[in-house]
Structures are given as structure tokens and as C-alpha cells.
């Protein structure tokens, strides 16, 4: 029989480096600083609570847009921490991970031709949505130095063809975070240029230095064009449950539950329900986040200070990173790689997240682990 050929709709993707670079941790038994996970469990009340609701029974569908129990307390989450209010039913879906939620955003909204903007470096699940949809993603880069937007070359890179731009703050890889103003150039761009915009926001909780985080949510002309997008996974350490939530105006919603409904359906019924209660019980965990991993930044860039990286603290997220210029010449993929393997220290190359080839010599590390193992990869970082 001869073998069915195949005609890849995703020709230039491979295993995504994440995966990669974990897999090579582990057969190495190298420190996996590499993929973005804690290596420390979620609040105690929470592990217990899913399995009580499993007990209970509650082992059955949720409803297609979530439980209400959880938009209720989501609603109540984004009024305390954002001030704005929020329709649990019209505008709320919990979704399994925030990633189907940026997929089924990008698939309801994007039509053949279409042009969607994102930013250099670029977390990756964006792209291949847009490449799905039969759109075309145009990437512009962030300024070298410190991640940040060049609105004026958003502007003159605006094409009639333009529908939506995605934007990521806290960011990943990077850790840089939006500011206000960067909000109001979006607004102004937006408007004026009738885009949509899809904001990952899942490292919302994780802004450092007494910052404060600024959502599209707050900017009301932003909010009624923006698929803001969070993650469970980051805000309570779980990050294999696989649990998150989209913030979009009604008719934004809809369109998104259209498609929503046909990947996934829905997300898993007990963990909906254990968050809810614990948000219910400790509505003010969230608040926490900033201080427990900016002290966990603070070790690790402290422990780094005696070695030979350049560094700028991140101003949010929970990746750091790390510039070897004074160390090597060689490429950023081949050095992360050989560090694993050499040195037992996994982390990931920052150029795998451009388009064009960039001569940066810059890795990123994950710092959401023990201090133990913060110091004793700083230790080997410092010997390099
Ligand atoms: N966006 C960014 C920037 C992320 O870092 C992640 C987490 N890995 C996601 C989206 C996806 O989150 P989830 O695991 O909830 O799908
Ligand atoms: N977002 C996580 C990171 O940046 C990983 C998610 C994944 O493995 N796809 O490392």
C-alpha cells in the first residue's frame, strides 16, 4: 500500500523548544530551568479540594461556557484586583488552558488574508493559530535593549489588511511589562485602525518593583475590541491542570464560544469547581504572588552577581534573562544545549521566539522553583 501523503498545513513548526529542552533536561538529569512551570506544589487547600469535588461527584460536562460558581468568582476577581465589572455570562468562558482560548480567539476572528501584528520575541502558540486561520503574521521586534514597543513603527507598518494585533505583558520570554502608555498608543492604534486585539495576560499577577499591572480591560475602548486571556496554571502553581479563562465583550464572546465549543466544549468540571472555592475561601492569594516571586527573582539575580552575565531584572513574569556575550560567541540553540548536557543546567534560547535571525547571546531561565535549586544553578552559572 502505498503510504497517504500528507500536505503539512504547518510546514515550518516543529516540536516546540519547551518540550525539547525539558526532554533533554531530564535524560541529562540537568536543573530544568528551561520550560515555564514551578517545581513547587499549588496551596495545599486547592490539591484538596479537587479531590473532594472528584469524591462529590462532580465528574460530569460543565456547562459549554463554564461553571458559574467560577465566572461569578472570576467577575468578583477582576473587579478586586482590576476594578472593572464584568458579565459572568456574557463575557466570561473558562476555557482548558489559555492557549485554546488564544486559538479559538484567533480562529473565530481571522479570515484568509488577513494581517495580525505580534511582537519579537514571541510566545509561540500565536503564529501557527494565525497560519491556521489563513491569515499572515507580521512580526515586529521589541527594541533590543529592553523589550519595549516602537509604536511609531506599529503605526507605519499598519496595512489595510490589518485586523488584529496580539500583544503579551507581562511578556514571555522577555519580562518586560507594558506600561500605561503603551496602552493608550494601542487604544489610539486600534481605534483608528478598527483592529481587534488578543492580550496574554496569563502572568498578570506576576509584576514586580511595587508596578502596577495595566490590562485592556481598564481601557474602555480597548475592552470592547480585546480578547483578554489568563491562565489558572500560572496564578495558583498548576500548571497541568490546564485551566484559564477569556474576558471579551458579548458579541467578541459568542463568536469565540462558537469555536470554543468545537475544540474543547469545555474545561474540566471538578477543577472549575475546586478553584472556585478556593477563591472563594482566599480571595486575596493572587495579591500575593508579586512579593513571593520577586523575592525568588532577587535571590537568583543576587547569587548571579559574582559570574560573568549581563543581566536587567525582569520586571515581571517568572524567566529571567541572561546575556553570555562576556562567555561565548556561540549560537544561543547550540549553547543551551550544551549546557544541559555539559554543565546540567537546561534553559532556553531566546532566538527560537524571532522571525528574522537575531545576533543576540541571551538565554532565558525560570526562576518559579525552590531557592535550593535557584542557588545551586546560579553556583553552576557562576563558574562559566
Ligand atoms: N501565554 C503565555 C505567554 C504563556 O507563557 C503560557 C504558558 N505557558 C500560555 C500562554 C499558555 O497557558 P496555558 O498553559 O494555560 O495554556
Ligand atoms: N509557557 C511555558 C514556557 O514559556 C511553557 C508552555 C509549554 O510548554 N507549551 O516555558
Redesign the pocket.
Known sequence: MPEITLQSKLPQVGT????IM?ALATRHGAINL????PDFDAPRALLESLGKQVMDGHNQYAPLAGMPALREKIAAQILRYRGVSCNPESEITVVPGA?EAIYCAITACINPGDEVIVFDPC???YEPAVTLAGGNTLHIPLTPECFSIDWNRVESNISPRCRMIIINSPH??SGSTLAHADLLELQRLAEQHNLLVVSDE?YEHLVFDNAQHHSVLQYPALRERSFAIYSFGKTFSV?GWKTGYCVAPPHLTAEMRKVHQYVAFVAVTPIQLAIAEFIENEPSYAGTLASFYQSKRDLFCTALKRSRFKLTPSAGTY?QVLDYGAISSELDTTLAEHWTCEHKLAS?PMSVFSAEPTAQTQL?F?FAKNDEVLLKAADILCKL
Do not use: A, L
Not at 516546540?16 to 518540550?19: A, Q
Not at 528551561?34 to 512551570?37: C, K, N
Open positions: 516546540n523548544i519547551f518540550s525539558s528551561s520550560q515555564g512551570f492557549t510566545y509561540d502558540c514571555n520570554p496569563v500548571t524567566f532556553i532565558r525560570c
